[in-house]
């Protein structure tokens, strides 16, 4: 057990906090939540920085609450976005909400003791309430012009803003006072970008005559250029690995800069403040090693996936180093192979071609893609920098096995760092 907010403190995770909160916390098991839209049909590693609130939250020992936002969803929040959202249909909703619960339920403990995780859906109280009764018991708490005074609000009034997304404030604001209702949910978490709304739900909670709550957000995690954390050229880091497969996952994590992933160890890990701080200094001492990016990488890859994902990962990270062997590489799945040697040269031959001379082959049958000449192929053979698979290739006067790797492919290595990937048709 440890104090939430000093524990968020140290770890850079405490942008806002209504006053009063420390203390309440101090004489109570607190109960406090998180909102996630079921937008898509996995949270991504943006959404993991929100969680980890939730998760010091519990082991703290207090009781998080989840809510997945079947309602919500269905509106939009505009929180955060130059224009309108796309909405979705129910039937989509549903199937997201289904998801996201699924992965919610992975990182909190959901056991039968007193401070146990519980998750609701906003959809059951706001699907049965009439249009009148929304306006009567909510609308009238909360002025426009408290409404407009609101960065979500004011960021879009240029660009326009529908009633739609403008109303979202007033849902999210029912859903802390819903829960502070039925549950004595007292404090509401969430990213920066959602203090507005966060602190709306408090105003209707004191304006309604109830107790009083409190609120707390996280700073956003953005990248060195400004731009949204977790996102590539290929878009967001997702935690479903039909997504984002574990090695590009483990990746994401090991490619962090020196400087940005001192932050990150923090905010991620669940390692005690001592291991961070012993670790971060060993990593300042030796950035060549990476310490800080391999522990991160290793930790987060076995808690969202699981250990036999993270040696695989690991294997197939060695293998663009040299640190593997022909058995490592048969080991890989079609999906992770394309992963690992996406961007390296790439040819397309038949399966007869593989019956041609050898040398021709490395030259005419790839394509010269290889080598230009023959003679070039047999001087790299010779001093040892040619590699087949993972296997060196010794004599060039002989055929080598080609064994294919998932039935298709054939991985020649020249030299230490160049690699070309064959596909047998």
């Known amino acids: 057990m440890y104090n939430f907010l000093e524990e968020l403190k140290w770890r850079g995770m405490v942008h806002d906090v209504i006053p009063g909160t420390d203390q309440y916390l101090a004489k109570n098991m607190g109960r406090g939540y998180i909102g996630f839209d079921p937008t898509a049909d996995s949270l991504h590693i943006g959404n993991l920085a929100t969680l980890m609130l939730l998760i010091h939250f519990q082991r703290a020992g207090h009781k998080p609450f989840i809510l997945v936002g079947g309602a919500t969803g269905l509106v939009g929040d505009p929180s955060g976005k130059s224009a309108e959202r796309n909405l979705q249909d129910k039937e989509t909703i549903l199937h997201n909400q289904a998801c996201v619960k699924a992965q919610l339920e992975k990182f909190l403990d959901f056991n039968q003791n007193d401070n146990a995780a ?141 400087d940005e992933v001192i932050r990150l160890m923090k905010v991620f890990s669940l390692k005690d403040r001592q291991t961070i701080e012993e670790l971060t200094s060993k990593h300042i001492d030796a950035p060549g090693q990476r310490i800080l990016q391999n522990e991160l990488a290793s930790e987060l890859t076995q808690r969202i996936h699981n250990d036999h994902e993270l040696q695989k990962a690991k ?57 230009n000449s023959k003679g070039e192929a047999k001087r790299m053979i010779k001093s040892g920098g040619l590699s087949i698979n993972k296997s060196k290739v010794l004599d060039d006067s002989l055929m080598p096995n080609f064994d294919l790797i998932d039935d298709k492919y054939i991985l020649l290595q020249k030299g230490k760092k160049n690699y070309y990937l064959v596909k047998v048709n």
């Open 118 to 258: 519980v998750v609701v859906n906003n959809l059951d109280w706001f699907d049965q309430m009439h249009l009148l009764t929304f306006l009567r018991d909510i609308g009238k708490h909360l002025t426009i012009n408290y409404m407009m005074s609101k960065d979500s609000v004011k960021n879009r009034l240029e660009s326009g803003l529908s009633f739609t997304e403008f109303s979202y404030q007033l849902l999210q604001a029912y859903d802390f006072y819903h829960l502070f209702k039925n549950h004595d949910v007292r404090i509401q978490m969430g990213g920066s970008d959602q203090w507005g709304n966060i602190v709306g739900g408090t105003e209707l909670i004191r304006r309604k005559g109830a107790a009083e709550s409190f609120a707390l957000t996280a700073p956003l995690i953005t990248k060195q250029d400004g731009s949204k954390f977790g996102k590539t050229e290929q878009g967001n880091i997702w935690l479903d690995p039909a997504k984002t497969s574990p090695y590009a996952f483990y990746q994401f994590w090991l490619n962090r800069a020196d």
């Open 315 to 371: 294997q197939a990270s060695a293998i663009l180093f040299g640190r593997s062997t022909a058995q490592d590489l048969q080991a890989l799945d079609e999906k992770t192979l394309l992963e690992v040697f996406e961007g390296v040269p790439k040819v397309e031959i038949q399966k007869n071609e593989l019956n041609t001379e050898f040398m021709d082959f490395l030259t005419s049958g790839t394509q010269n893609l290889v080598f």
